[in-house]
């Protein structure tokens, strides 16, 4: 009997730089499934009919990215603790006649820490940089690992404490904090910084933390990770590494997102490595 061909993808706009279907179709390729991953890069109205019309969408699962991870929220049947809390959902899967939400940045943000770098949450202080959605993912996940503190430096004060306002009712053992960037101190007392604002993704952008904020690694390595993944290494991680830190950029936590992503699709074990040549092959063509 002929395999039946399933279908995925990833909506978003713009999309013309996505990475994901790449690294998805080698997935598929490797574990031999007869499976496609299509780009829809659809408006606004577009994304919207296309939503309303769900129950005949011939797909198995899809991604959201910008700007529709929290648009697609009310046209699903369910979704999970952890995309409510987060505000955001970037996968969904079919189940039946319904649909279900998941986020799958926050695990893929804690997976790279983990593949890269075994990193161990007890007893850490962390600083995140930015409070939006992309900072919610890391800051939920981070917490729920059990890290002692997890500061949050924004451009926009309030955004910062609205934020951590909800995630103290629900993290009551963490111990959150908030301040406006520009009141920046020394990065001392923290032991893992993450930048999650876009600065850095333009060679013009004015970088966040300046050459005095960042101690030397010889009082103490730090981690510094950056979401960006292009360029490969901004301002704020060549920074870090100078002063002799550890540093990774987004690269990974895009591929463990979408292997995550994979799994629940598929019900098969993602083929991390072959993902990865695959997306480093990519990244390294478009770079
Ligand atoms: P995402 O979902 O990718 O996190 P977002 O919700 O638009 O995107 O959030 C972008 C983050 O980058 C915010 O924290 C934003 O700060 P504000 O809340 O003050 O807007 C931050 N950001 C963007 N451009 C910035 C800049 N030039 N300087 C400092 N922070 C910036």
Known sequence: ????????????????????????????????????????????????????????????????????????????????????????????????KKWYGTNTDAEGFWLSLQKEWKWKSKGKNVLILGAGGAA???????????????????????????????????????????????????????DLIVNTTSVGLHAKDKMLLTEKNIPSAAAGKKYFVDLIYNP????????????GHKTLNGLPMLLYQGARAFEIWTGKKAPVQIMRQALIQAVSHKI
């Open 1 to 96: 009997m002929d395999q039946k061909l399933d279908l995925y993808g990833i909506f978003g706009h713009p999309l013309n730089h996505t990475l994901s279907p790449v690294f998805q179709e080698a997935g598929f390729e490797k574990v031999g499934l007869l499976a496609h991953y299509l780009v829809f890069d659809f408006s606004e109205p577009v994304f919207k009919r296309t939503m309303r019309s769900l129950s005949k969408l011939r797909l198995k699962g899809f991604n959201l990215t910008v700007p529709y991870k929290q648009t697609v929220i009310p046209y699903l049947d369910w979704i999970t603790d952890e995309a409510r809390a987060i505000g955001a959902v970037n996968t969904v899967y079919r189940f039946g």
């Open 136 to 190: 919610r993912a890391v800051l939920y996940v981070l917490a729920s690992k059990g890290v002692v503190s997890i500061s949050v430096w924004n451009r926009t004060e309030s955004r910062a404490q609205e934020l951590i306002a909800s995630f103290s009712k629900l993290f009551p053992k963490t111990n959150f904090f908030s301040t406006a960037l520009e009141k920046k101190s020394d990065l001392s007392s923290f």
């Open 232 to 243: 490969a290494e901004t301002d704020f991680l060549k920074l870090a590494r100078k002063k």
